[in-house]
């Protein structure tokens, strides 16, 4: 089935159909609405920002504005790795604010149904344990779906807004 | 045709009231409030009505008026005549407006300030006029008396009251929202580490026969045995997803048949205080050993064998205590054999072998 059918299958709110795109990161593959993706760049200089959290990697400049870059992997519990060709810095909007998300590759734009969608494993208590918004098994291979707006609290999108 | 000064009062009264019928009695009150603000200033400047009761000068000028019209009904009893007339009205106005104990003050006031009024007699004559205003009169004094007294009872009462009765409800309040934060840490804990698990586990006795078989494996230098009763399944490891804020022991989640398996680090799970990064590294997990019909699986580097044992070859533990996931240990090849459904609710729960239980 085509993702063009799998759209037209879904007539059912409940069994909605949501885009997602698929980035990879220490080998496993994330998926974010695709609503909520603006653009996906290639890596560009990250300028530090002295006295910033230690999830921000610095700021960029996109076209005369300015946006923060989150430290992913640092962000997700991974160790740091080195940036290739294929690193990219996908710019999201979440919680009403722009900001970029350091990932290792981006993939594609992939098809979901509500109903493709699992429940993450419920024995989490750390803190990013909360923004894992479910699981899909597509061609054999777990896409983790990742909830924007819970990759930073409330306190840090705060934060955030004021560097 | 003579008549007797009693039978002409009589008259003389009768006539007065059917004039009072037609008479608006404002100018009564005006009197009565004129005279009540001079023996209880206060009580009327406490009244709700205070401006209706208050006389302006044109009521007054009416009752100069109207003392003077009393006059000119032309009687023998001049001088009694003034008192009579203000009697009946003030009867009538408390008939009327009950409402203050301003105007039953001011008709004994007004009583008591007339030494020549004969009482018996007027009352005497007034009785087949008006047969029930005694009656009313004393009713409506009494009535308005009490409620007079009554009123600053009922705000003395009521401010304390309100007083009380505010932290009353701020305590339940309180108490309601304390309810409702532990209502919410609990569904917390709930959602975070899934069901609270029983103190006490199932006894697995019951489960197994006198003879039962046991599969053997091992994980980093250590055998474990389960009941095959109690095995879902064995799958060789291909590839775990690692999920991210889960516990060291949460390896990650293994696609097999359309489902997802929550494998677990045996060794970080069962001996996490000796199962440090060198021992993790050494580590070759090869298989996972699937617990009942659960989404649980445990990694072991090698599968022993299976064997056939009977109860008594097998030292179980006759209380859960600190370690509800372990059954016994198998006397012969001195290993621990796994209270399967016990494991599976601890993992539930989110909980590691040395996580305190309940």
Same mark, same amino acid.
């Given at each position: 089935?085509?993702?063009?059918?799998?759209?037209?299958?879904?007539?059912?709110?409940?069994?909605?159909?949501?885009?997602?795109?698929?980035?990879?990161?220490?080998?496993?593959?994330?998926?974010?609405?695709?609503?909520?993706?603006?653009?996906?760049?290639?890596?560009?200089?990250?300028?530090?920002?002295?006295?910033? %959290?230690?999830?921000?990697?610095?700021?960029?400049?996109?076209?005369?504005?300015?946006?923060?870059?989150?430290?992913?992997?640092?962000?997700?519990?991974?160790?740091?790795?080195?940036?290739?060709?294929?690193?990219?810095?996908?710019?999201?909007?979440?919680?009403?604010?722009?900001?970029?998300?350091?990932?290792?590759?981006?993939?594609?734009?992939?098809?979901?149904?509500?109903?493709?969608?699992?429940?993450? %494993?419920?024995?989490?208590?750390?803190?990013?344990?909360?923004?894992?918004?479910?699981?899909?098994?597509?061609?054999?291979?777990?896409?983790?779906?990742?909830?924007?707006?819970?990759?930073?609290?409330?306190?840090?999108?705060?934060?955030?807004?004021?560097? | 045709?003579?008549?007797?000064?009693?039978?002409?009062?009589?008259?003389?009264?009768?006539?007065?009231?059917?004039?009072?019928?037609?008479?608006?009695?404002?100018?009564?009150?005006?009197? +009565?409030?004129?005279?009540?603000?001079?023996?209880?200033?206060?009580?009327?400047?406490?009244?709700?009505?205070?401006?209706?009761?208050?006389?302006?000068?044109?009521?007054?000028?009416?009752?100069?008026?109207?003392?003077?019209?009393?006059?000119?009904?032309?009687?023998?009893?001049?001088?009694?005549?003034?008192?009579?007339?203000?009697?009946?009205?003030?009867?009538?106005?408390?008939? +009327?407006?009950?409402?203050?104990?301003?105007?039953?003050? +001011?008709?004994?006031?007004?009583?008591?300030?007339?030494?020549?009024?004969?009482?018996?007699?007027?009352?005497?004559?007034?009785?087949?006029?008006?047969?029930?205003?005694?009656?009313?009169?004393?009713?409506?004094?009494?009535?308005?008396?009490?409620?007079?007294? @009554?009123?600053?009872?009922?705000?003395?009462?009521? @401010?304390?009251?309100?007083?009380?009765?505010?932290?009353?409800?701020?305590?339940?309040?309180?108490?309601?929202?304390?309810?409702?934060?532990?209502?919410?840490?609990?569904?917390?804990?709930?959602?975070?580490?899934?069901?609270?698990?029983?103190?006490?586990?199932?006894?697995?006795?019951?489960?197994?026969?006198?003879?039962?078989?046991?599969?053997?494996?091992?994980?980093?230098?250590?055998?474990?045995? =389960?009941?095959?009763?109690?095995?879902?399944?064995? =799958?060789?490891?291909?590839?775990?997803?690692?999920?991210?804020? /889960?516990?060291?022991?949460?390896?990650?989640?293994?696609?097999?048949?359309?489902?997802?398996?929550?494998?677990?680090?045996?060794?970080?799970? =069962?001996?996490?205080?000796?199962?440090?990064? +060198?021992?993790?590294?050494?580590?070759?997990?090869?298989?996972?050993?699937?617990?009942?019909?659960?989404?649980?699986?445990?990694?072991?580097?090698?599968?022993?064998?299976?064997?056939?044992?009977?109860?008594?070859?097998?030292?179980? /533990?006759?209380?859960?205590?600190?370690?509800?996931?372990?059954?016994?240990?198998?006397?012969?090849?001195?290993?621990?054999?796994?209270?399967?459904?016990?494991?599976?609710?601890?993992?539930?729960?989110?909980?590691?072998?040395?996580?305190?239980?309940?």
């Amino acid at each position: 089935m085509t993702d063009a059918n799998k759209v037209a299958v879904a007539v059912n709110k409940d069994d909605e159909v949501l885009q997602w795109v698929t980035f990879r990161l220490d080998n496993e593959t994330y998926g974010i609405n695709v609503m909520q993706v603006q653009e996906v760049l290639r890596y560009t200089e990250i300028a530090p920002v002295p006295g910033a %959290p230690h999830y921000v990697l610095g700021i960029i400049n996109l076209r005369g504005n300015v946006v923060t870059v989150i430290d992913t992997r640092s962000r997700f519990g991974l160790a740091s790795a080195e940036v290739d060709d294929s690193t990219r810095i996908v710019i999201i909007e979440a919680e009403k604010q722009v900001i970029g998300i350091l990932v290792d590759s981006v993939a594609e734009v992939v098809y979901l149904r509500g109903s493709e969608i699992d429940n993450a %494993p419920n024995v989490g208590t750390e803190e990013s344990a909360k923004f894992i918004q479910g699981v899909s098994n597509r061609d054999d291979e777990l896409l983790i779906l990742v909830d924007l707006d819970k990759l930073l609290s409330d306190e840090e999108w705060m934060e955030l807004s004021q560097i | 045709m003579t008549t007797s000064v009693d039978e002409a009062v009589f008259d003389y009264f009768s006539l007065l009231l059917t004039e009072v019928e037609d008479e608006p009695s404002i100018q009564v009150e005006a009197i +009565t409030a004129d005279i009540a603000e001079q023996v209880v200033p206060e009580v009327i400047s406490d009244g709700p009505s205070v401006e209706a009761l208050k006389p302006d000068a044109s009521n007054h000028e009416a009752l100069q008026q109207e003392s003077s019209k009393s006059v000119g009904y032309g009687n023998e009893s001049v001088i009694e005549k003034p008192e009579a007339v203000e009697t009946p009205r003030l009867q009538t106005q408390l008939k +009327t407006q009950p409402q203050t104990e301003t105007q039953a003050l +001011t008709k004994s006031k007004i009583r008591e300030s007339d030494p020549h009024l004969d009482k018996m007699a007027l009352e005497q004559l007034l009785a087949p006029v008006f047969k029930p205003e005694p009656q009313i009169e004393t009713e409506s004094v009494v009535k308005l008396k009490n409620q007079t007294l @009554a009123k600053p009872k009922i705000k003395t009462t009521s @401010a304390p009251d309100k007083v009380a009765v505010k932290p009353k409800v701020d305590v339940n309040l309180e108490k309601k929202v304390d309810i409702e934060q532990k209502q919410e840490q609990k569904a917390e804990l709930k959602t975070q580490l899934g069901e609270i698990p029983p103190k006490v586990t199932k006894d697995l006795l019951e489960t197994l026969d006198d003879e039962f078989q046991v599969l053997f494996f091992k994980v980093a230098g250590l055998t474990l045995a =389960v009941p095959l009763v109690s095995l879902g399944g064995i =799958v060789k490891i291909e590839r775990i997803n690692h999920i991210m804020g /889960r516990p060291a022991w949460y390896k990650g989640v293994q696609t097999y048949r359309d489902t997802q398996l929550n494998i677990v680090d045996t060794g970080a799970w =069962v001996m996490p205080e000796k199962y440090d990064k +060198t021992l993790a590294e050494s580590v070759n997990y090869q298989y996972v050993v699937l617990l009942e019909d659960s989404n649980w699986g445990l990694t072991c580097e090698s599968l022993v064998n299976a064997v056939r044992i009977t109860k008594s070859e097998v030292n179980w /533990r006759s209380k859960a205590g600190k370690r509800p996931w372990l059954a016994g240990v198998v006397k012969e090849q001195m290993c621990g054999i796994l209270h399967v459904q016990a494991l599976i609710e601890l993992l539930n729960s989110g909980l590691g072998s040395q996580d305190p239980v309940g």
